[in-house]
């Protein structure tokens, strides 16, 4: 078997230590760090020096898990509220250091339990989820700004 070893470790110094990470995902680029935590919020992250860039709140539970469309510029949440949440991230160019403020533009709901992943289809305007309540749903997405 290969072996393994700790290479490096990234700090995120605004980053509450007591709270649970329960999910993290990286952009396409590496840019970005998304993570899902028991205090219902979804944080984005620099890569680069482990900033802070933007909260998304509007869980009414701990989020489970966080995935990143393939263009990089919308994330999709999962959470103990059974919904699935989807946030555009907005352009963190030119933020003058300031965390920006993301609210979800989509809400689907279905599952009858804790949603505990999801996934953008490659070459599909659609997710697919699996939930507590035995189920894995596919979802059409419809965008009339862009492709997810």
Do not use: Y
Not at 96 to 124: I, Y
């Amino acid at each position: 078997p290969p072996s393994l070893k700790h290479t490096e470790s990234l700090r995120f110094p605004q980053h509450k230590s007591a709270v649970p990470v329960n999910a993290i995902e990286l952009s396409n680029d590496d840019k970005w760090c998304a993570t899902a935590s028991d205090d219902k919020v979804v944080r984005l992250w620099r890569v680069e020096d482990g900033m802070l860039q933007c909260v998304f709140n509007g869980h009414t539970s701990l989020v489970t898990h966080v995935c990143f469309s393939k263009s990089g510029k919308i994330l999709a949440s999962t959470s103990a509220d059974e919904t699935i949440r989807f946030w555009n991230i907005p352009d963190l160019t030119n933020t003058g250091g300031s965390t920006q403020k993301g609210v979800p533009f989509s809400v689907l709901s279905g599952h009858a339990a804790t949603v505990d992943s999801c996934s953008f289809v490659a070459n599909r305007k659609s997710l697919i989820s699996a939930a507590q309540d035995g189920c894995i749903r596919v979802w059409q997405c419809q965008s009339s700004s862009e492709q997810a």
